[in-house]
Protein backbone atom coordinates (compact mmCIF):
# COMPACT_ATOMS: atom_id res chain seq x y z
CA UNK A 1 0.00 0.00 0.00
CA UNK A 2 1.20 3.68 -0.64
CA UNK A 3 0.50 7.08 1.62
CA UNK A 4 -1.16 8.40 -1.56
CA UNK A 5 -2.74 7.31 -4.29
CA UNK A 6 -2.78 10.18 -7.37
CA UNK A 7 -5.15 9.73 -10.52
CA UNK A 8 -4.35 11.20 -13.12
CA UNK A 9 -1.18 12.89 -14.69
CA UNK A 10 -1.91 16.68 -15.58
CA UNK A 11 -0.91 19.58 -14.11
CA UNK A 12 -3.19 18.73 -10.87
CA UNK A 13 -2.13 15.50 -10.32
CA UNK A 14 1.65 15.64 -11.16
CA UNK A 15 1.92 18.64 -8.81
CA UNK A 16 -0.07 16.69 -6.04
CA UNK A 17 2.21 13.87 -6.37
CA UNK A 18 5.60 15.75 -6.66
CA UNK A 19 4.18 17.66 -3.26
CA UNK A 20 3.56 14.76 -1.48
CA UNK A 21 6.72 13.01 -2.47
CA UNK A 22 8.80 15.72 -1.09
CA UNK A 23 7.52 15.74 2.23
CA UNK A 24 8.42 11.88 2.42
CA UNK A 25 5.39 10.21 1.23
CA UNK A 26 5.20 7.00 -0.84
CA UNK A 27 2.99 8.12 -3.65
CA UNK A 28 1.55 6.66 -6.97
CA UNK A 29 0.54 8.48 -9.77
CA UNK A 30 -1.75 6.33 -12.17
CA UNK A 31 -2.48 7.51 -15.61
CA UNK A 32 -4.88 6.31 -18.01
CA UNK A 33 -2.88 7.01 -21.47
CA UNK A 34 0.40 5.45 -22.40
CA UNK A 35 2.50 8.63 -22.58
CA UNK A 36 1.37 11.78 -20.29
CA UNK A 37 0.46 14.86 -21.88
CA UNK A 38 -0.81 13.45 -24.96
CA UNK A 39 -3.52 13.72 -26.39
CA UNK A 40 -3.21 16.96 -25.09
CA UNK A 41 -6.64 19.27 -24.78
CA UNK A 42 -5.81 22.71 -23.94
CA UNK A 43 -4.27 26.20 -25.98
CA UNK A 44 -1.46 26.60 -23.76
CA UNK A 45 -1.44 29.87 -22.44
CA UNK A 46 -0.49 30.85 -19.47
CA UNK A 47 0.32 34.27 -17.17
CA UNK A 48 3.86 34.26 -16.76
CA UNK A 49 3.28 35.49 -13.16
CA UNK A 50 1.53 32.04 -13.27
CA UNK A 51 4.31 30.06 -14.81
CA UNK A 52 6.85 31.85 -12.52
CA UNK A 53 5.25 29.91 -9.42
CA UNK A 54 5.17 26.90 -10.88
CA UNK A 55 9.01 26.98 -12.36
CA UNK A 56 10.14 24.60 -8.93
CA UNK A 57 8.49 21.83 -10.82
CA UNK A 58 8.39 22.80 -14.80
CA UNK A 59 10.94 25.00 -16.67
CA UNK A 60 8.61 26.57 -19.05
CA UNK A 61 11.14 27.93 -20.16
CA UNK A 62 11.81 24.67 -22.19
CA UNK A 63 8.82 24.60 -23.44
CA UNK A 64 8.17 28.34 -24.53
CA UNK A 65 6.29 28.69 -28.35
CA UNK A 66 5.68 31.82 -28.20
CA UNK A 67 5.90 35.35 -25.63
CA UNK A 68 2.28 37.40 -25.67
CA UNK A 69 2.20 41.19 -24.78
CA UNK A 70 -1.00 42.25 -25.96
CA UNK A 71 -4.57 41.01 -25.57
CA UNK A 72 -7.23 42.38 -28.39
CA UNK A 73 -10.79 42.03 -26.75
CA UNK A 74 -13.21 42.15 -29.45
CA UNK A 75 -16.85 42.61 -29.04
CA UNK A 76 -19.29 42.86 -31.28
CA UNK A 77 -17.72 46.38 -33.18
CA UNK A 78 -15.86 47.69 -30.25
CA UNK A 79 -12.21 46.64 -29.66
CA UNK A 80 -9.57 47.03 -26.67
CA UNK A 81 -6.60 46.52 -26.59
CA UNK A 82 -4.04 45.83 -23.77
CA UNK A 83 -0.60 45.99 -24.25
CA UNK A 84 2.18 45.34 -21.63
CA UNK A 85 5.75 46.62 -21.87
CA UNK A 86 6.97 43.02 -20.98
CA UNK A 87 5.84 39.20 -21.26
CA UNK A 88 2.61 38.95 -20.07
CA UNK A 89 2.00 35.42 -21.31
CA UNK A 90 2.86 32.34 -22.94
CA UNK A 91 1.80 29.87 -24.87
CA UNK A 92 3.64 26.87 -24.32
CA UNK A 93 3.32 23.33 -25.60
CA UNK A 94 1.09 21.83 -23.17
CA UNK A 95 1.76 18.14 -23.92
CA UNK A 96 5.39 19.20 -22.61
CA UNK A 97 4.49 21.43 -19.59
CA UNK A 98 2.65 17.54 -18.24
CA UNK A 99 5.88 15.47 -19.38
CA UNK A 100 8.09 17.79 -17.79
CA UNK A 101 6.18 18.02 -14.19
CA UNK A 102 5.79 13.81 -14.60
CA UNK A 103 9.45 13.48 -15.60
CA UNK A 104 10.50 15.61 -12.75
CA UNK A 105 8.19 13.53 -9.94
CA UNK A 106 9.89 10.44 -11.05
CA UNK A 107 13.51 11.73 -11.01
CA UNK A 108 12.87 12.49 -7.82
CA UNK A 109 11.98 9.05 -7.36
CA UNK A 110 8.18 8.87 -7.26
CA UNK A 111 6.71 5.69 -8.75
CA UNK A 112 4.01 6.18 -12.03
CA UNK A 113 2.24 4.25 -13.70
CA UNK A 114 0.95 4.64 -17.62
CA UNK A 115 -1.94 2.94 -19.23
CA UNK A 116 -3.28 2.65 -15.74
CA UNK A 117 -6.90 3.81 -15.48
CA UNK A 118 -8.95 4.34 -11.76
CA UNK A 119 -12.23 3.11 -12.60
CA UNK A 120 -13.68 1.34 -9.25
CA UNK A 121 -12.76 0.93 -5.70
CA UNK A 122 -10.99 -1.99 -5.69
CA UNK A 123 -8.36 0.00 -8.21
CA UNK A 124 -7.15 1.98 -5.28
CA UNK A 125 -3.81 1.21 -3.69
CA UNK A 126 -4.11 3.74 -0.69
CA UNK A 127 -6.78 4.64 1.76
CA UNK A 128 -5.82 8.40 0.94
CA UNK A 129 -7.11 9.44 -2.76
CA UNK A 130 -6.29 12.53 -5.06
CA UNK A 131 -8.50 12.94 -7.88
CA UNK A 132 -6.79 14.98 -10.26
CA UNK A 133 -8.47 13.05 -13.21
CA UNK A 134 -9.69 15.98 -15.60
CA UNK A 135 -13.26 17.45 -15.47
CA UNK A 136 -15.08 13.95 -15.91
CA UNK A 137 -13.60 12.37 -12.69
CA UNK A 138 -14.58 8.81 -12.04
CA UNK A 139 -13.14 9.72 -8.58
CA UNK A 140 -15.57 12.41 -8.10
CA UNK A 141 -18.30 9.72 -8.86
CA UNK A 142 -16.96 7.07 -7.07
CA UNK A 143 -17.21 8.79 -4.09
CA UNK A 144 -21.02 11.07 -5.11
CA UNK A 145 -19.12 14.34 -5.15
CA UNK A 146 -21.67 17.18 -5.47
CA UNK A 147 -22.16 17.86 -9.60
CA UNK A 148 -20.04 20.75 -11.55
CA UNK A 149 -23.55 22.94 -11.97
CA UNK A 150 -21.55 24.11 -15.47
CA UNK A 151 -19.24 23.68 -18.35
CA UNK A 152 -18.58 25.20 -21.92
CA UNK A 153 -18.55 22.44 -24.36
CA UNK A 154 -15.09 23.30 -26.29
CA UNK A 155 -13.43 23.40 -29.49
CA UNK A 156 -10.10 23.55 -30.83
CA UNK A 157 -8.05 23.41 -33.81
CA UNK A 158 -4.62 23.84 -35.30
CA UNK A 159 -4.41 25.96 -38.27
CA UNK A 160 -2.12 27.27 -40.89
CA UNK A 161 -2.41 30.91 -39.61
CA UNK A 162 -0.30 34.15 -39.93
CA UNK A 163 -1.23 36.45 -36.84
CA UNK A 164 -1.01 39.61 -37.81
CA UNK A 165 0.36 40.45 -34.66
CA UNK A 166 2.83 37.53 -33.43
CA UNK A 167 2.44 39.31 -29.87
CA UNK A 168 -1.52 39.21 -29.16
CA UNK A 169 -4.08 36.95 -28.38
CA UNK A 170 -7.51 37.93 -29.88
CA UNK A 171 -10.53 37.20 -27.52
CA UNK A 172 -13.92 37.43 -28.58
CA UNK A 173 -17.15 37.47 -26.77
CA UNK A 174 -19.62 38.38 -29.76
CA UNK A 175 -22.46 35.66 -28.29
CA UNK A 176 -23.51 34.50 -31.82
CA UNK A 177 -19.68 33.15 -32.02
CA UNK A 178 -19.84 32.03 -28.64
CA UNK A 179 -23.11 31.88 -27.23
CA UNK A 180 -22.22 31.61 -23.06
CA UNK A 181 -18.33 31.50 -23.57
CA UNK A 182 -15.68 33.09 -25.42
CA UNK A 183 -13.66 32.92 -29.12
CA UNK A 184 -10.10 33.40 -29.46
CA UNK A 185 -7.03 33.11 -31.23
CA UNK A 186 -3.35 32.58 -29.91
CA UNK A 187 -0.23 32.68 -32.35
CA UNK A 188 1.60 29.69 -31.57
CA UNK A 189 4.46 30.95 -34.06
CA UNK A 190 4.50 33.04 -37.34
CA UNK A 191 2.82 30.39 -39.08
CA UNK A 192 0.54 28.67 -36.41
CA UNK A 193 -2.48 29.70 -34.18
CA UNK A 194 -4.53 27.59 -32.07
CA UNK A 195 -8.09 28.48 -32.50
CA UNK A 196 -11.18 27.78 -30.76
CA UNK A 197 -14.30 28.52 -28.90
CA UNK A 198 -16.91 27.31 -26.39
CA UNK A 199 -20.24 27.54 -26.00
CA UNK A 200 -22.23 26.84 -23.09
CA UNK A 201 -25.07 24.73 -24.73
CA UNK A 202 -23.54 21.95 -26.51
CA UNK A 203 -26.15 21.74 -29.30
CA UNK A 204 -24.59 25.50 -30.13
CA UNK A 205 -21.10 24.46 -30.53
CA UNK A 206 -21.19 23.27 -34.73
CA UNK A 207 -23.26 26.33 -35.62
CA UNK A 208 -21.07 28.47 -33.26
CA UNK A 209 -17.92 27.51 -35.14
CA UNK A 210 -19.17 27.97 -38.78
CA UNK A 211 -20.07 31.52 -37.89
CA UNK A 212 -16.80 31.99 -35.94
CA UNK A 213 -14.48 30.39 -39.00
CA UNK A 214 -16.49 32.24 -41.50
CA UNK A 215 -15.40 35.57 -39.68
CA UNK A 216 -11.54 34.63 -39.51
CA UNK A 217 -11.47 33.16 -43.40
CA UNK A 218 -11.04 29.91 -42.30
CA UNK A 219 -14.18 28.21 -43.39
CA UNK A 220 -12.79 26.40 -46.10
CA UNK A 221 -9.26 25.60 -44.40
CA UNK A 222 -8.82 21.99 -42.50
CA UNK A 223 -6.95 22.71 -39.41
CA UNK A 224 -3.85 19.73 -39.12
CA UNK A 225 -5.04 19.07 -35.93
CA UNK A 226 -8.48 19.80 -33.44
CA UNK A 227 -10.28 18.68 -29.98
CA UNK A 228 -13.30 18.94 -28.73
CA UNK A 229 -13.43 19.23 -25.02
CA UNK A 230 -15.14 19.99 -21.65
CA UNK A 231 -14.34 22.95 -19.31
CA UNK A 232 -15.90 23.24 -15.91
CA UNK A 233 -17.30 26.92 -15.42
CA UNK A 234 -17.82 26.46 -11.74
CA UNK A 235 -16.48 25.01 -8.65
CA UNK A 236 -17.68 21.76 -6.78
CA UNK A 237 -19.87 22.46 -3.53
CA UNK A 238 -17.72 20.14 -1.68
CA UNK A 239 -13.87 18.41 -3.08
CA UNK A 240 -12.51 16.72 0.13
CA UNK A 241 -14.25 14.16 2.31
CA UNK A 242 -13.90 10.99 4.23
CA UNK A 243 -15.81 8.10 2.91
CA UNK A 244 -15.64 4.87 5.31
CA UNK A 245 -11.68 4.41 5.43
CA UNK A 246 -11.16 6.42 2.06
CA UNK A 247 -9.95 10.39 2.66
CA UNK A 248 -10.59 11.80 -0.79
CA UNK A 249 -9.77 15.08 -2.29
CA UNK A 250 -10.31 16.41 -5.52
CA UNK A 251 -8.14 18.84 -7.40
CA UNK A 252 -7.97 20.90 -10.53
CA UNK A 253 -10.95 20.29 -13.52
CA UNK A 254 -12.02 17.78 -11.43
CA UNK A 255 -12.76 19.89 -8.17
CA UNK A 256 -13.48 22.75 -11.46
CA UNK A 257 -10.99 25.05 -9.80
CA UNK A 258 -10.70 26.95 -13.39
CA UNK A 259 -11.37 30.14 -14.52
CA UNK A 260 -14.98 30.76 -15.36
CA UNK A 261 -13.85 33.81 -17.64
CA UNK A 262 -11.60 32.13 -19.55
CA UNK A 263 -11.30 28.53 -19.42
CA UNK A 264 -7.20 28.53 -18.07
CA UNK A 265 -7.03 25.97 -15.69
CA UNK A 266 -3.46 25.11 -15.34
CA UNK A 267 -2.42 27.35 -12.89
CA UNK A 268 -5.04 27.12 -10.42
CA UNK A 269 -4.72 23.34 -11.16
CA UNK A 270 -1.15 23.10 -10.34
CA UNK A 271 -1.68 25.50 -7.23
CA UNK A 272 -4.39 23.02 -5.70
CA UNK A 273 -2.57 20.38 -6.80
CA UNK A 274 0.35 21.26 -4.65
CA UNK A 275 -2.26 21.75 -1.66
CA UNK A 276 -4.05 18.34 -2.60
CA UNK A 277 -0.69 16.75 -2.15
CA UNK A 278 0.24 18.30 1.46
CA UNK A 279 -3.30 17.53 2.49
CA UNK A 280 -5.53 15.00 0.90
CA UNK A 281 -5.29 12.91 4.51
CA UNK A 282 -7.02 15.97 6.06
CA UNK A 283 -10.04 16.73 3.17
CA UNK A 284 -11.61 19.31 5.58
CA UNK A 285 -8.18 21.35 5.87
CA UNK A 286 -7.48 21.19 2.29
CA UNK A 287 -11.06 22.44 1.80
CA UNK A 288 -10.18 25.45 3.68
CA UNK A 289 -6.86 25.83 2.37
CA UNK A 290 -7.78 25.94 -1.23
CA UNK A 291 -10.94 27.88 -0.76
CA UNK A 292 -8.52 30.32 1.65
CA UNK A 293 -5.63 30.34 -1.32
CA UNK A 294 -7.90 30.68 -4.84
CA UNK A 295 -11.52 30.89 -3.56
CA UNK A 296 -11.87 34.50 -3.85
CA UNK A 297 -10.15 34.68 -7.56
CA UNK A 298 -11.99 32.08 -8.96
CA UNK A 299 -15.08 33.82 -7.82
CA UNK A 300 -14.46 36.79 -9.36
CA UNK A 301 -13.52 34.70 -12.33
CA UNK A 302 -16.81 33.51 -12.07
CA UNK A 303 -18.55 36.71 -11.42
CA UNK A 304 -16.82 38.27 -14.33
CA UNK A 305 -18.38 35.73 -16.54
CA UNK A 306 -22.29 35.76 -14.86
CA UNK A 307 -21.79 39.75 -15.90
CA UNK A 308 -20.63 38.57 -19.32
CA UNK A 309 -23.29 36.34 -19.41
CA UNK A 310 -26.16 38.88 -18.50
CA UNK A 311 -24.89 41.76 -21.07
CA UNK A 312 -27.50 42.18 -24.21
CA UNK A 313 -25.40 41.70 -27.59
CA UNK A 314 -24.61 45.92 -27.47
CA UNK A 315 -23.96 45.81 -24.05
CA UNK A 316 -20.57 44.26 -24.77
CA UNK A 317 -19.83 47.09 -26.74
CA UNK A 318 -21.00 49.26 -23.87
CA UNK A 319 -18.60 47.65 -21.70
CA UNK A 320 -15.90 47.80 -23.85
CA UNK A 321 -16.13 51.47 -24.52
CA UNK A 322 -16.81 51.73 -20.85
CA UNK A 323 -13.78 50.60 -19.66
CA UNK A 324 -11.29 52.61 -21.82
CA UNK A 325 -13.99 55.85 -21.01
CA UNK A 326 -12.79 55.42 -16.92
CA UNK A 327 -9.53 53.91 -17.79
CA UNK A 328 -9.56 50.91 -16.56
CA UNK A 329 -8.05 49.80 -19.53
CA UNK A 330 -4.81 51.66 -18.47
CA UNK A 331 -5.23 50.05 -14.70
CA UNK A 332 -5.47 46.77 -16.30
CA UNK A 333 -2.13 47.27 -18.03
CA UNK A 334 -0.25 48.86 -15.38
CA UNK A 335 -1.44 46.40 -12.83
CA UNK A 336 -3.84 43.88 -14.40
CA UNK A 337 -3.38 40.07 -13.05
CA UNK A 338 -4.40 37.59 -14.89
CA UNK A 339 -5.12 34.86 -12.34
CA UNK A 340 -5.36 36.16 -9.12
CA UNK A 341 -7.34 39.37 -9.75
CA UNK A 342 -7.38 39.57 -5.86
CA UNK A 343 -4.31 40.61 -6.10
CA UNK A 344 -5.75 43.70 -7.84
CA UNK A 345 -7.34 44.57 -4.83
CA UNK A 346 -4.52 46.27 -2.40
CA UNK A 347 -4.22 49.42 -1.44
CA UNK A 348 -0.88 50.28 -3.96
CA UNK A 349 -2.92 48.12 -7.08
CA UNK A 350 -6.10 50.71 -6.20
CA UNK A 351 -3.47 53.85 -6.34
CA UNK A 352 -2.71 52.61 -9.58
CA UNK A 353 -5.91 53.20 -11.01
CA UNK A 354 -6.33 56.86 -8.81
CA UNK A 355 -3.01 57.65 -10.91
CA UNK A 356 -4.27 56.91 -14.40
CA UNK A 357 -6.82 60.54 -13.68
CA UNK A 358 -3.65 62.31 -12.76
CA UNK A 359 -2.62 64.43 -15.86
CA UNK A 360 0.32 63.36 -17.96
CA UNK A 361 3.78 65.49 -18.25
C1 LIG B 1 -10.07 23.90 -25.58
C2 LIG B 1 -9.35 24.11 -24.28
C3 LIG B 1 -8.37 25.08 -24.20
C4 LIG B 1 -7.74 25.34 -22.99
N1 LIG B 1 -6.76 26.29 -22.95
C5 LIG B 1 -6.16 26.59 -21.79
C6 LIG B 1 -5.14 27.58 -21.75
O1 LIG B 1 -4.78 28.18 -22.76
N2 LIG B 1 -4.57 27.84 -20.54
C7 LIG B 1 -4.94 27.20 -19.39
O2 LIG B 1 -4.40 27.50 -18.30
N3 LIG B 1 -5.88 26.24 -19.41
C8 LIG B 1 -6.49 25.91 -20.58
N4 LIG B 1 -7.44 24.93 -20.62
C9 LIG B 1 -7.80 24.26 -19.36
C10 LIG B 1 -6.75 23.26 -18.97
O3 LIG B 1 -6.48 22.40 -20.04
C11 LIG B 1 -7.23 22.47 -17.75
O4 LIG B 1 -7.74 23.34 -16.78
C12 LIG B 1 -6.10 21.63 -17.16
O5 LIG B 1 -5.70 20.64 -18.06
C13 LIG B 1 -6.55 20.98 -15.86
O6 LIG B 1 -5.55 20.11 -15.39
P1 LIG B 1 -5.93 18.82 -14.57
O7 LIG B 1 -4.65 18.21 -14.16
O8 LIG B 1 -6.95 19.15 -13.56
O9 LIG B 1 -6.71 17.88 -15.60
P2 LIG B 1 -6.21 17.23 -16.96
O10 LIG B 1 -5.18 18.06 -17.59
O11 LIG B 1 -7.46 16.92 -17.72
O12 LIG B 1 -5.52 15.87 -16.52
C14 LIG B 1 -6.28 14.79 -16.08
C15 LIG B 1 -5.45 13.54 -16.35
O13 LIG B 1 -6.11 12.43 -15.75
C16 LIG B 1 -6.08 11.33 -16.64
N5 LIG B 1 -7.22 10.50 -16.28
C17 LIG B 1 -8.53 10.79 -16.42
N6 LIG B 1 -9.29 9.81 -15.89
C18 LIG B 1 -8.44 8.87 -15.41
C19 LIG B 1 -8.63 7.63 -14.73
N7 LIG B 1 -9.85 7.19 -14.44
N8 LIG B 1 -7.53 6.92 -14.38
C20 LIG B 1 -6.29 7.38 -14.66
N9 LIG B 1 -6.06 8.55 -15.29
C21 LIG B 1 -7.12 9.29 -15.66
C22 LIG B 1 -6.18 11.98 -18.01
O14 LIG B 1 -5.68 11.14 -19.02
C23 LIG B 1 -5.31 13.22 -17.83
O15 LIG B 1 -3.98 12.99 -18.12
C24 LIG B 1 -8.09 24.62 -21.82
C25 LIG B 1 -9.06 23.63 -21.89
C26 LIG B 1 -9.68 23.35 -23.12
C27 LIG B 1 -10.71 22.28 -23.18
Known sequence: MYDLHVVGAGPAGSFAAITALREGKKVLLSEEHKQVGVPAHCSGLVSASGLRQLKDVVDYR???LNTITR???HGKRERMTLSFPYPKAYVIDRAGFDRLAAEKYENEGGKIEKGSRISELGDF???VIV????PISTIARLFSFPKISSYASSWQGDYAYSSPDLSAVEVFFDQSWAPGFIGWVIPANEEEAKIGLGVTK???LPRAKKKFLEHLH?????PHSQFSALIPLSVRKKTGGVFGNHHVVLAGDSAGQVKASSGGGIFFGASCGRLAGQLAGEPDEYERAWRHAYGTDLSMHHLLRSTLDVLPMWGLDAWLMAMQRTRL???LMAAGEMDQYSKMLS???LLTYAKTWLPVE
Open 125 to 127: RSH
Open 71 to 73: ANL
Open 347 to 349: PKT
Open 218 to 222: LAKKK
Open 202 to 204: KGD
Open 329 to 331: DQW
Open 131 to 134: GADG
Open 62 to 64: RIT
